[in-house]
């Protein structure tokens, strides 16, 4: 690959992402591409700190909309920078659990705050490093719990995974528009399926991008 590709995984909660990133990864290593796999919050030094801070559920007041969007671009910007811009630069294949729609779905769509306001910081953050394709697994968001519900029981110790069923239904018609309004980057996967269903679609929906990618490198 003459330059890198980027792939980021979308979805919430228990949609099956961490699954089909490590699925897809082991497989593409395997053809022996050069794969570097990363997530949000997280990825670098920094990152992680700032995801534990993010999950910690034991704040006298958790912290408010602002400063939790705020936390979120910080991890990013410095992911961005310290790993998945040398990495496209050195031609590897970068796929990222999570990445800015994220942003748009939980603290725009859920947490109500403006996407006039979000849209400019988060290109701050990012500046031109925009995925080349996003899967976003679709889910019912009552499964999505009881999946994670099934690996942690009910009290979870992350203040994201605590929010209602309602938070996470508006979560996922922020995910819906945002594929609506960028068809051509989206592709969209019913989550429902069984894990090898999903992940053999991905895999066939990414060797077609790729191939569409090449050609116009
Ligand atoms: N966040 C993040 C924001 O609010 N704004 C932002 O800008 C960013 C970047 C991150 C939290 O931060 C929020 C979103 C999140 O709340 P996280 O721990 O990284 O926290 O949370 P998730 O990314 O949601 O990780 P989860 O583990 O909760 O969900 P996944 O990765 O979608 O699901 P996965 O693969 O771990 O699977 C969950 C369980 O379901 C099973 C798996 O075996 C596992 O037990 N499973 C399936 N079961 C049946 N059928 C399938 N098809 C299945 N696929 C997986």
């Known amino acids: 690959m003459k330059r890198g590709i980027f792939v980021t995984f979308e979805g919430s909660e228990g949609a099956g992402k961490s699954t089909q990133v490590s699925l897809l990864t082991e497989r593409l290593r395997k053809l022996g591409l050069p794969v570097l796999t990363l997530r949000e919050p997280g990825g670098t030094e920094l990152g992680e700190e700032i995801r534990l801070l993010i999950r910690r559920v034991d704040f006298a007041i958790a912290p408010c909309a602002e400063a939790e969007l705020l936390l979120f671009l910080a991890s990013r910007a410095q992911l961005v920078r310290e790993k998945i811009l040398p990495a496209i630069h050195d031609g590897m294949l970068v796929i990222c ?4 729609d994220s942003t748009i779905a939980y603290q725009g769509a859920a947490r109500s705050l403006s996407l006039e306001k979000i849209g400019p910081i988060n290109a701050f953050a ?3 490093c925009i995925p080349n394709i996003t899967f976003l697994l679709d889910l019912d968001p009552a499964e999505g719990l009881r999946r994670i519900h099934l690996r942690h029981g009910k009290e979870s110790d992350d203040r994201m995974e605590r929010e209602s069923v309602a938070f996470f239904e508006k979560v996922r018609a922020g995910y819906l528009n945002l594929a609506k309004r960028e068809p051509d980057r989206f592709a969209v996967l019913d989550a429902h399926k069984s894990i090898e ?3 053999g679609e991905i895999y066939d929906l990414l060797c077609q991008r790729l191939g569409d ?3 116009s490198n």
């Open 213 to 215: 990618l090449m050609e």
């Open 197 to 199: 269903t999903v992940h």
């Open 97 to 100: 659990d999570r990445y800015c």
């Open 126 to 128: 990012v500046g031109k």
